[in-house]
C-alpha cells in the first residue's frame, strides 16, 4: 500500500545549527503536504503545509521543499533553538479526500 | 482556552470494561477524527466524520466505535478494552478552508 516514511529516526543538532529533517512518501496522488511537531505530552502541532504545484514554501525560520520528482519532501528548521526539539511528522494527503497519512516522526533534539 | 480538548488526558482501566474518549472543539469545523498512536507506529485513523450524519471506517476501527454527538462532539467508545489498546489518542478536527487538521492534547490511555 501507500506510505509516508522517514529517512532518520533521529536527528541530533547543535543549537544555532540548521535541521533538515526528510520525509519520502510514495503516492503519487498526493497533492497536499504538511509538516507537524509533537512536543513530549502534546498534540500534534501544525507547523507549514504545501501544495503539490508548489516546490517551496517559507515560514517564520523553516522552510519545506517538495521534489515530486522523487517524491521527497525536507523540513528546515535555521537557528535550531532548545525549543525545537520534538518529534517532527510528515503527513500527506492524496486525492480528493480529507484524510491525511503520517509517517512515524523524526526525533529532533536540539543540544545547548 | 484549548480549541479542542479531550477528556479524560489519562484513563487506566482493566480488560473487559467499556471505555469512553470524549472529544469537544470549539473551532466550527465540520470533520473530526479520532486516531491512536503507538511508539513506532505513527498516528493510525481509527474512525473520521465529515459531518453530524457521517461516520467512516479509519483504517484500524475494530473494537472502536464513535458517536458523533453534534457538530462540536465526537466521542470514542472502546466496548469492550483489551490490553494492545493500551495507546496515546489524538482527536482531531479541519475546516473547509483547508486539509490541514488540529489535535486535541490526547488521551493517554492504559488498559491492564
Known amino acids: 500500500g501507500e506510505s509516508v516514511g522517514l529517512h532518520l529516526p533521529t536527528l541530533s543538532v547543535q543549537e544555532g545549527d540548521n535541521s533538515i529533517i526528510n520525509c519520502a512518501y510514495s503516492?503519487?496522488?498526493?497533492?497536499?503536504f504538511i509538516w507537524y511537531k509533537q512536543e513530549s505530552g502534546k498534540g500534534p502541532q501544525f507547523i507549514i503545509d504545501?501544495?503539490?504545484?508548489?516546490d517551496k514554501r517559507q515560514g517564520q525560520r523553516v522552510t519545506v521543499l517538495l521534489n515530486k520528482t522523487v517524491k521527497h519532501l525536507s523540513l528546515q528548521i535555521a537557528a535550531t533553538q532548545p525549543g525545537d526539539s520534538a518529534v517532527y511528522f510528515c503527513?500527506?494527503?492524496?486525492?480528493?479526500?480529507?484524510?491525511?497519512?503520517f509517517g512515524k516522526g523524526t526525533l529532533l533534539t536540539v543540544n545547548p | 482556552d484549548a480549541d479542542v480538548t479531550q477528556t479524560p488526558r489519562n484513563r487506566i482501566t482493566k480488560t473487559g470494561k467499556r471505555i469512553m474518549l470524549e472529544c469537544s472543539q470549539t473551532?466550527?469545523?465540520?470533520?473530526m477524527y479520532w486516531y491512536r498512536q503507538d511508539p513506532g507506529l505513527g498516528l493510525r485513523l481509527i474512525y473520521y466524520?465529515?459531518?453530524?450524519?457521517?461516520?467512516n471506517k479509519g483504517e484500524i476501527s475494530d473494537g472502536y466505535s464513535v458517536s458523533r454527538q453534534a457538530q462540536a462532539k465526537f466521542s470514542l467508545s472502546l466496548e469492550s478494552a483489551i490490553p494492545n489498546q493500551t495507546a496515546l489518542y489524538f482527536c482531531?478536527?479541519?475546516?473547509?478552508?483547508?486539509?490541514?487538521?488540529?489535535f486535541g492534547p490526547g488521551t493517554r490511555l492504559t488498559v491492564l
Open positions: 504545501i501544495r503539490s504545484n508548489m
Open positions: 503516492n503519487s496522488a498526493s497533492d497536499y
Open positions: 473551532k466550527g469545523h465540520d470533520r
Open positions: 466524520s465529515f459531518d453530524v450524519k457521517d461516520i
Open positions: 503527513a500527506e494527503k492524496g486525492g480528493s479526500n480529507y484524510k491525511l497519512t
Open positions: 482531531a478536527t479541519s475546516g473547509t478552508g483547508g486539509p490541514e487538521q488540529f
